[in-house]
């Protein structure tokens, strides 16, 4: 299980301290919530933080982009540093050249589905997908409650995945704990988003080691 620690949840008063931290644990990537306002309903962080972030990060980051118009901030995420790069299946009317546009900038590409999207919204852009971020919340805030029905949801989505022969990952992003991490390993995710759940952890260090379990 790859654990990706999200630095919405990080203190921004000790930004390298926790990126330290994360640079010396069991993590494998490093999560990163970009929020425009428009498309989800909070601001989150521009990239003068991501640069700040990227100057210090050891592992792979991973950006979630929840904004308007993702298409054309692509290469300047590549620029950075970004390894990995999801869009929101909303967000790009033309999502399989969206997924195609961040594979040629030398990402790995991903498409977001929000809790109300449907599973068959991806049946003719999964072979574009590196992986696919499914929220377990709604977007734009952190800290919320898991929506139980997404165990529903990750499970299709894995059953699509192997009925197409594909090797697509899937990422999960919301309330994620050492509660229902067990859960979601069980359903086939690959990838555990995690931001209270590790930064306001009494040992961030041990929080991370028990997810990725």
């Known amino acids: ?12 008063g000790h930004l390298y301290k926790d990126i330290d931290m994360v640079n010396r644990s069991k993590a494998g990537l490093i999560h990163l919530d970009i929020m425009d306002g428009v498309f989800v309903p909070n601001i989150s962080y521009g990239f003068p ?30 620029d950075l540093g970004v390894k990995w790069l999801s869009v929101h299946y909303e967000a790009c009317p033309h999502l399989n050249r969206s997924l195609q546009n961040i594979k040629d900038h030398g990402m790995k590409a991903g498409v977001a589905l929000n809790p109300h999207n449907s599973i068959s919204n991806l049946e003719y852009c999964l072979e574009y997908s590196d992986y696919v971020l499914i929220m377990s919340v709604n977007p734009g805030f952190g800290g919320q409650k ?3 029905n997404s165990l529903r949801k990750i499970d299709d989505l894995k059953n699509m995945i192997c009925k197409k022969n594909l ?33 306001k952890a009494e040992n961030p260090f041990a929080a991370i080691e028990s997810l990725s379990l």
């Not at 299980?1 to 921004?12: E, G, Q, R, T």
């Not at 933080?49 to 901030?73: E, F, G, R, S």
């Not at 090797?167 to 979601?184: C, F, M, S, W």
């Open 1 to 12: 299980m790859i654990v990706a620690p999200s630095m919405l949840s990080a203190d921004f």
């Open 146 to 148: 898991f929506i139980d």
């Open 49 to 78: 933080v991501v640069k700040a972030i990227a100057d210090q990060a050891k592992i792979p980051m991973d950006a979630h982009l929840m904004i308007i118009n993702p298409d054309q901030y692509v290469g300047k995420f590549a």
């Open 167 to 199: 090797e697509t990952l899937i990422e999960v992003d919301g309330g994620v704990n050492k509660e229902n991490a067990p859960l979601l390993k069980k359903a086939g995710v690959d990838i555990l988003v995690a931001g209270s759940a590790v930064f």
